[in-house]
């Protein structure tokens, strides 16, 4: 997997979360029309939900649930950065949907919710990290 596009109802607010708020890379700006976040692996992509949804084809123009069975993960190397990811995500104006628990399967994680409901998890413990920053699944 090499890109992750999210469709946003602002793209300028949505960069704003992301670039302003969580603090992710980026060399493009909302007048773009779309703007890529540089991470460790993948690379996430806002852009205007009615736009994507044009592009995936008629029929598709269609608000989304509130729950859409899909969750994004930024999983740290310590488990105190879990709260501090939580705390700036709302203090960026995320919703903290789930505060961080010891979870069932052993690790530490919570929920926070973006500007347009996008759910993420920020997870201590359940992978190792490669050199560059991506995670090794066994």
Same mark, same amino acid.
């Given at each position: 997997?090499?890109?992750i =596009?999210? /469709?946003?109802?602002? @793209?300028?607010c949505s960069? &704003?979360f992301?670039?302003?708020?969580?603090g992710?890379? =980026?060399s &493009?700006?909302?007048?773009?029309?779309? %703007?890529?976040?540089? =991470? *460790?692996g993948v690379?996430?992509? @806002?852009?205007?939900y009615? !736009?994507?949804a044009?592009? %995936?084809g008629?029929g598709?123009?269609?608000? &989304?649930s &509130?729950?859409?069975g899909? =969750? @994004?993960?930024?999983n740290?190397?310590?488990k105190? !950065?879990?709260?501090?990811?939580?705390?700036l995500?709302a203090s960026? /104006?995320?919703?903290?949907v789930?505060?961080a628990?010891d979870a *069932?399967? /052993?690790?530490y *994680?919570?929920?926070?919710s973006?500007?347009d409901g996008?759910?993420?998890?920020?997870?201590?413990g359940?992978?190792?990290?490669?050199?560059d /920053? *991506?995670?090794r699944?066994?």
């Open positions: 997997m090499s890109l =596009t999210l /469709g946003v109802a602002d @793209l300028a960069y &704003r992301y670039k302003d708020g969580l992710l890379p =980026t &493009r700006t909302p007048e773009d029309g779309i %703007v890529f976040f540089q =991470t *460790s690379t996430l992509a @806002l852009f205007p009615d !736009q994507l044009e592009d %995936v008629p598709w123009d269609m608000p &989304r &509130r729950f859409t899909i =969750t @994004l993960a930024h740290v190397r310590e105190h !950065q879990v709260d501090e990811v939580l705390a995500a960026a /104006g995320a919703e903290i789930k505060p628990v *069932s399967w /052993g690790g *994680s919570g929920y926070f973006d500007p996008y759910l993420w998890e920020v997870a201590y359940a992978f190792d990290f490669n050199a /920053g *991506s995670l699944v066994t």
